[in-house]
């Protein structure tokens, strides 16, 4: 089976640009969620969606994030304007409900703000 | 506030010898614990996890300890190969959540 695929790999805007990330979880999991690792620091949970639905959100930063999952297929993640904190890698994933093994991670996006 | 530790950066071992990789948690809420390992350029991959119901779950060179009382787990590799040089993640959850707390990871060189 295909695994998560994130788009791009990697990107670099200026400062107060828009940019889109996506997100094509394993084909058949309800769940998917996104994370970031700034700075090589930890892997931080930003939302956690079921299907169509945002299940939690609570560690978007702010409201220059925009999650959407229309259709409860693949996931898109908006900044806009970009900051320079929002560098980082961006990582999603995936999982069937109930899974004892964890997600599966995407590769990640690595955006950089300049 | 770090709900997860991973107070070692870096930790380098010999081909053949064991590596014990060690976490730390504040949160008695955690009953799930995970090891992810991180390739540069790639995203982390579930190796091992363990339920706050066990104390030991084995997987081949991969064993996972868990001291409730102290809350602490370690994961252990024996034997080490140089193809285990990478990044790993401690991560828990609480029950009834599907979101992971990660710790910031400890890079691994196994040397040859």
């Known amino acids: 089976e295909a695994g998560v695929t994130q788009f791009p790999s990697h990107s670099v805007i200026e400062k107060g640009q828009t940019v889109t990330l996506r997100c094509d979880p394993i084909s058949g999991h309800d769940n998917l969620y996104w994370y970031r690792r700034v700075m090589g620091k930890e892997i931080k949970f930003l939302l956690h969606f079921v299907k169509e639905s945002k299940q939690d959100e609570s560690g978007m930063p702010n409201n220059r994030f925009l999650a959407e999952r229309t259709g409860g297929t693949y996931s898109t993640l908006k900044v806009q304007p970009a900051e320079l904190e929002d560098s980082g890698v961006y990582f999603c994933?995936?999982?069937?409900?109930?899974?004892?093994?964890?997600?599966?991670f995407g590769s990640g996006t690595r955006l950089t703000v300049v | 506030d770090q709900q997860v530790k991973q107070n070692s950066p870096s930790l380098s071992v010999q081909e053949g010898r064991i590596s014990i990789l060690n976490c730390d948690y504040t949160?008695?809420?955690?009953?799930?614990f995970l090891w992810y390992k991180k390739y540069p350029a790639e995203g982390p991959t579930f190796l091992i996890s363990i339920s706050s119901i066990k104390d030991k779950n084995e997987d081949g060179r991969f064993t996972v300890f868990l001291n409730k009382s102290a809350k602490h787990l370690s994961l252990h590799i024996v034997p080490s190969q140089p193809g285990d040089s990478a990044v790993y993640f401690c991560a828990a959850s609480a029950l009834g959540t599907y979101k992971y707390i990660f710790g910031t990871g400890t890079r691994l060189k196994v040397l040859a």
């Open positions: 949160n008695s809420m955690f009953d799930y």
């Open positions: 994933a995936s999982s069937l409900q109930g899974t004892a093994k964890g997600y599966t």
